[in-house]
């Protein structure tokens, strides 16, 4: 079955960056749209950033101008560059397909504090 490894998280602190990665085996990764998902305490997962097979990103509002996603195909690898971090972007990071979400890593975790 499809897998996701997620890797790079870390503590940092207000303002600081941090790029995450995510290693997709059992799929044919460049076929499909991937996502950033990232779960802070208490709340409910959700779809920070996308890419479509062809290379479009889109974000949501909260890390707009922040964040900035890319993929390898030829590493089966999906990337999250994040600047600027604050607090709020303190959660757990995974990776997943857009269109069925399914199979979910372990996910890595992020903390940003002072």
């Known amino acids: 079955q499809v897998q996701f490894v997620e890797s790079g998280g870390g503590l940092v602190q207000p303002g600081e960056s941090l790029r995450v990665s995510c290693v997709a085996s059992?799929?044919?990764?460049?076929?499909?749209?991937m996502g950033w998902y990232r779960q802070a305490p208490g709340r409910q997962r959700e779809l920070v950033a996308r890419?479509?097979?062809?290379?479009?990103?889109n974000y949501a509002e909260s890390v707009k101008d922040r964040f900035t996603i890319s993929r390898d195909n030829n590493k089966n690898t999906l990337y999250l560059q994040m600047n600027n971090l604050t607090p709020e972007d303190t959660a757990v990071y995974y990776c997943?397909?857009?269109?069925?979400?399914?199979?979910w890593g372990q996910g890595t975790q992020v903390t940003v504090s002072s």
């Open positions: 890419i479509t097979d062809a290379g479009a990103t």
């Open positions: 059992r799929i044919v990764f460049s076929a499909y749209w």
């Open positions: 997943n397909t857009v269109a069925s979400p399914d199979h």
